[in-house]
């Protein structure tokens, strides 16, 4: 259930250092992007990195609540949609730096019905019938310059079962995704669900305390770099700068072409003809159809109305066609309606808008994270950046609710050891195909 408490002291400083940012899950939030599960993004995190303070760490989670067991076609990145994480570095809510990620599928032998056709033991294993790759760019939107990071990188196979990868091999398989250069870490692949919630919350608030996407993995991107390569000017701000400057403003999106052709088959003379050869065309401009700074904002902010309106407008957008929505939201209402909670509901809530424009950037949906030099892993908890382990959905009902008590969907998970690692990519091994989940802690 829910969980109220008197305010305290401790619970008003937390609230204050809201402002610094804010952010939640976003699965499935808009009508248009339901049907769409491959280009849509859930999650978003930034943190210093902890093996190296010099690096900050950024992982754009996508194609949400996948079951393990779900041959024979398994999840994968889409080879028709642009995956991409935009950075503004000066606080004006425009993008400078881009990152581009494209995928490529390749089916060794189309003959077969299966993802493998014996065991796994290398991401090159000619046995691993279905393999993935993909390009990395980088765009620096100031200068006009657009680079390729790196090519045809490995993606990490589906964790099919332990026939596919027995004695516990996978992850050493997975591993081999994980690629470095130019200063840079980079790994695409199944993960673990971080994200911890109780889904009850859209069953008239009907919250249990149940860990909802335990058992269920996700698909990630991760990406380590120097923070030079983020910050304005490939300059770090210095210790104590405390400006608009002094934050990077993240957002993911995806990207489908704008014309999508479909083929149908025919028999000529005994054979199959297709039309140019392809069942599938995708022609035109890339079109945005999905994205995610301040990801509970669409889910839980946005009326149903505004969802895919949402997915398609850029982080300036907001404050004009959606900034009634933030100064008078739905939640603290149902809050107050559904559970006999004390919400805020007098409109005009200026501290929401706050939340959204720290230390003086411009208003937008972008998860803001501070890297001063001397800012540290320990440092990027949120509200200042986002780590996996970070119980966002309590901290974010709180907010919305203001009401000066704390508000909890009753999920608090003291163990994490099954979604977060100590190392890079930091998210553990995707569940299994034939393995069931062990209980949430």
């Not at 581009?100 to 691993?128: A, R, S």
């Not at 310059?145 to 997975?174: L, M, R």
């Not at 995704?177 to 695409?188: D, P, S, W, Y």
């Not at 929505?325 to 559904?338: M, W």
Request: proline share 6%; glycine share 6%.
């Amino acid at each position: 259930m829910f969980i109220r408490k008197l305010s305290t002291l401790g619970l008003v400083a937390s609230i204050s250092m809201i402002a610094l940012n804010a952010q939640a899950s976003s699965h499935r939030e808009a009508p248009a992007i339901a049907e769409d599960q491959f280009a849509d993004n859930t999650d978003v995190y930034a943190f210093i990195s902890p093996e190296d303070p010099n690096n900050v760490v950024f992982v754009a989670n996508y194609v949400p609540l996948l079951i393990p067991s779900t041959g024979p076609n398994f999840y994968k990145f889409s080879d028709q949609v642009r995956y991409e994480l935009a950075i503004d570095n000066d606080g004006d809510a425009l993008e400078d730096v881009v990152y581009q990620w494209d995928f490529k599928t390749v089916v060794g032998d189309p003959e077969t019905f299966l993802y493998n056709v014996n065991v796994v033991d290398q991401i090159d294993d000619n046995d691993l019938n279905v393999k993935q790759f993909y390009t990395l760019t980088k765009l620096d939107k100031k200068k006009g310059v657009k680079k390729i990071v790196a090519k045809n990188v490995p993606v990490a196979p589906w964790n099919v079962g332990d026939a596919s990868f027995p004695n516990n091999t996978y992850e050493q398989v997975a591993l081999q995704a994980v690629t470095q250069v130019e200063g840079a870490r980079l790994f695409a692949g199944p993960r673990a669900e971080p994200f911890f919630v109780d889904l009850g919350v859209f069953d008239l608030l009907a919250i249990q305390g149940n860990l909802s996407t335990d058992g269920l993995n996700i698909m990630s991107l991760v990406l380590e770099v120097p923070i030079t390569e983020v910050a304005k000017d490939g300059v770090r701000p210095a210790a104590g700068t405390n400006d608009k400057e002094s934050l990077i403003g993240v957002h993911a999106r995806s990207l489908r072409r704008q014309v999508r052709i479909l083929n149908r088959a025919f028999i000529k003379n005994g054979d199959v003809k297709l039309t140019k050869g392809k069942l599938e065309l995708n022609v035109g401009a890339l079109v945005q159809v999905s994205r995610l700074g301040l990801p509970l904002v669409n889910e839980v902010v946005l009326p149903i109305g505004d969802k895919d309106v949402f997915n398609r407008t850029t982080p300036p957008d907001e404050v004009v066609l959606f900034g009634d929505k933030f100064l008078d939201p739905e939640l603290p209402k149902l809050l107050n309606a559904v559970l006999g909670l004390d919400c805020n509901i007098e409109g005009n809530r200026t501290d929401i808008i706050d939340i959204i424009s720290p230390n003086g950037t411009a208003t937008a949906d972008l998860l803001r994270l501070n890297i001063e030099d001397g800012q540290t892993f320990e440092n990027s908890s949120f509200p200042n950046g986002r780590k996996l382990q970070d119980d966002v959905v309590d901290i974010l009902l709180t907010v919305f609710c203001g009401g000066g008590f704390p508000v909890s969907d009753g999920v608090d998970l003291a163990d994490l050891s099954f979604v977060f690692s100590d190392n890079f990519p930091f998210l553990a091994t995707p569940f299994s195909g034939n393995v069931i989940a062990p209980p949430a802690p």
